[in-house]
């Protein structure tokens, strides 16, 4: 982990503060001494060192007085892939719409900077697309008028990620383990570095006006990542290949579910290599991310 201060006599928000990378980066903000509030639509959750407002992306009102007297603003509340629709239309209004909700109200609060997090292989993609959705958030902070940057990670790992636990539940409940992308490669990154960059480029105008991928060390197949996870929580399934066209079906039936392990808008990331170049933290971000290989084996899969 990276240890880098963060200006304490600034006011920082953090949207999406009770999500797996919102809390990790809370908590890292607080632990340096910073001044931090937790932008939240259910304030319920895990925000610890934070002082807790609650606000909405879809209700434009609640979100100038949440950001009020703030410098800096780490957007990472959305929806993501790996998550059904909570209602028709979801993904849409909470990636697109209320990412610009958001951007107006920073605008207005007089808030001066804005980082977001977004993934890596954000593209416009058709009208109807997930992806689409995710390329309205960076157009969005793209043309906020203020500083900006957005960083891109790949597949994350560490502290119960959410991809790592899907493929763990797949392969505990099911006699043979589907592989998805077969020889796709994707290059995950330790969230734990993926939060060091978030609060470097919230620290610093170094990076702004910059869309950044990130990945760790390390490339591998999804076949490769689905073998490391089975080999980390001991359990051994023959891998059969599915190709995302006919896991749709499949996809679509899961996400009745109520925690489905695979939902349509996931298959859109095995249309592509979800790689950038292996020393790109290093070399932008001055550190050398941690390897999956030598987390799992350090730490298993919860770690």
């Not at 957005?150 to 560490?158: C, H, K």
């Amino acid at each position: 982990m990276v240890a880098r201060a963060f200006p304490v006599a600034e006011a920082i928000a953090v949207t999406g503060a009770s999500g797996f990378v919102g809390r990790h980066v809370v908590q890292r903000l607080a632990h340096a001494g910073a001044s931090v509030r937790a932008v939240v639509r259910n304030p319920s959750g895990d925000v610890a060192g934070a002082a807790v407002i609650q606000a909405d992306l879809l209700e434009v009102a609640t979100l100038a007085p949440a950001l009020a007297g703030i410098k800096s603003l780490i957007h990472c509340a959305a929806i993501t892939a790996d998550h059904k629709e909570p209602f028709p239309g979801a993904y849409r209004r909470v990636n697109a719409e209320g990412t610009r909700n958001l951007v107006w109200a920073a605008r207005r609060a007089g808030v001066e900077k804005i980082v977001l997090l977004n993934g890596l292989g954000t593209r416009r993609g058709s009208d109807r697309s997930y992806m689409r959705t995710r390329w309205e958030m960076s157009e969005a902070v793209r043309n906020s008028g203020l500083p900006w940057v957005a960083l891109q990670p790949s597949i994350l790992f560490g502290d119960r990620a959410p991809y790592p636990a899907a493929l763990a539940r797949l392969a505990r409940q099911f006699p043979v383990m589907p592989v998805l992308g077969g020889s796709r490669r994707l290059q995950p990154l330790w969230v734990e570095d993926l939060v060091s960059c978030l609060t470097m480029a919230a620290g610093s105008s170094q990076w702004d006006g910059r869309s950044i991928d990130l990945g760790g060390p390390d490339q591998l197949t999804y076949r490769e990542m689905t073998k490391l996870v089975m080999d980390t929580i001991g359990v051994h399934r023959p891998m059969v290949p599915l190709p995302p066209s006919l896991a749709r079906v499949p996809a679509r039936v899961m996400a009745l579910l109520p925690n489905p392990p695979l939902v349509p808008a996931t298959l859109e990331l095995f249309d592509f290599d979800n790689v950038t170049q292996p020393d790109v933290v290093e070399e932008t971000f001055g550190f050398q991310p941690r390897r999956i290989t030598d987390h799992f084996l350090a730490n298993g899969l919860d770690g």
